[in-house]
């Protein structure tokens, strides 16, 4: 006989779990991206107006970066938050943490009011960012996999990445009509402070959204995915599975910012575009990248996921070629960007967790993606515009190049282990 005490489970369709999951991501990537815009077109010349235009954007990149350092300080202290409160009350929390600290930062004076004052306390601000979003991972991407019809794992994984061009092209169009409806006077006064505003509206929504989710009955019944597992246990059995899965989306997590903020600062600081174009461009880049993302779910089930990022690998250097003409021709390198974007940020989350096995898969997953937004996405746009300022377009092209390079080497090494795992597991067999 069940426990009156025993948590009340809703039984709902696929199809408002896939609404759902969606509207989750898309709430996230929204905040994510309207702090990455703000670091370009904003922070700069509100927190550091004391310094040179470019090296003051290379202080707000570098306080950018605050938030992906956090993550796995996060992750690992939700281990703890979780087995004390529940998943549920975990992921409130870290959604609560993250929503005070965004609107702290659109109520923060700038450099002219409180002097170093201000960008000290953004960075703190940032870090608490990074751990709000590091203790929000909810592992929906191995929820919806385990709810997936054999032969669509692909479709049904590269659902909740739709949130990411889907939550940039919010951010970009909220950024295109603030900047295209006030005076620049008006916008850096109070005009920019209106979308992270906006951000904890509907961060109250992801919270009821998630919430949702997790008194739901979808997918596998068994639930030992979704648990934590032993540090120790986890590092002793997985450590090198957690390093080769951290540089899996490697590639993906650089084309991030490459395609996003480093086209928007570059213009603005070293180049001879207007702003407001490129904000366009991303915006149309950012719709085409919804469809590479639902592109690469077909591909992935029609091939495979291993096949998606090679593609996406093997068509970064042609986006290198791009870079060059991103001063003359920006709709080349930023159109084609978001295509290999929306292909092989579709499959990079899903490809992590199948390297785990059932009892390491949510932990090791969780471990693995804060790492590869460390390696290929929290320093990216700092690295980016310095190698632009100082040696060039092509230097950027280059650091975009080595993230494919290692991803292509990863995906190599990962194949290679797993044949050998098979073989063991063939002669154990016989």
């Not at 306390?121 to 997936?148: C, E, M, N, P, Y």
């Not at 939550?167 to 109070?190: D, K, P, Q």
């Amino acid at each position: 006989m069940a426990s009156s005490s025993s948590p009340t489970v809703q039984h709902v369709t696929i199809d408002d779990v896939i609404t759902t999951v969606v509207m989750a991501r898309v709430t996230d990537f929204f905040g994510f991206f309207v702090y990455a815009i703000a670091s370009a077109l904003v922070f700069p010349t509100v927190f550091f107006p004391h310094l040179d235009p470019v090296t003051g954007t290379l202080w707000s990149f570098a306080l950018f970066s605050l938030a992906f350092l956090a993550r796995p300080i996060a992750s690992l202290a939700s281990r703890w938050i979780q087995r004390k409160i529940g998943r549920p009350a975990k992921i409130t929390l870290a959604l609560m943490v993250l929503g005070v600290s965004t609107v702290a930062i659109g109520l923060l004076p700038g450099y002219g009011e409180i002097g170093l004052l201000a960008p000290i306390s953004l960075g703190i601000l940032r870090f608490v960012q990074g751990l709000g979003l590091g203790g929000a991972w909810d592992g929906i991407t191995l929820q919806l996999k385990s709810a997936a019809p054999k032969g669509k794992e692909g479709i049904y994984s590269m659902v909740p990445q739709l949130g990411g061009p889907i939550g940039f092209c919010v951010a970009a169009a909220l950024f295109y009509v603030l900047t295209g409806f006030l005076t620049e006077e008006e916008f850096l006064s109070y005009g920019w402070r209106f979308a992270f505003f906006a951000v904890l509206a509907v961060n109250v929504v992801a919270l009821f959204a998630r919430l949702r989710l997790m008194t739901t009955n979808f997918g596998s019944d068994d639930d030992t995915q979704l648990k934590s597992a032993p540090l120790k246990g986890l590092l002793q059995d997985e450590g090198r599975t957690i390093v080769l899965s951290a540089l899996l989306p490697l590639a993906s997590y650089a084309l991030f910012h490459m395609v996003t903020v480093f086209p928007l600062s570059y213009t603005l600081l070293l180049g001879s575009g207007d702003v407001t174009h490129i904000l366009m461009l991303e915006l149309i880049g950012g719709t085409v990248a919804i469809g590479a993302v639902i592109l690469s779910g077909v591909l992935a089930d029609r091939f495979s996921n291993r096949v998606v990022l090679w593609i996406s690998c093997a068509m970064v250097p042609v986006l290198c070629v791009g870079i060059t003409w991103l001063n003359t021709h920006p709709a080349i390198y930023i159109l084609l960007g978001f295509v290999l974007l929306g292909l092989s940020y579709g499959q990079s989350s899903s490809i992590v967790p199948n390297r785990f096995a059932p009892e390491y898969r949510y932990s090791g997953s969780a471990l693995a993606t804060n790492l590869s937004w460390i390696l290929g996405a929290a320093f990216a746009p700092l690295v980016g515009l310095f190698a632009a300022w100082k040696f060039g377009l092509w230097a950027s092209a280059l650091y975009l190049l080595s993230a494919a390079v290692v991803t292509s080497a990863a995906l190599v090494f990962l194949r290679k282990e797993g044949m050998a795992a098979d073989r063991r597991e063939d002669v154990k067999g016989e």
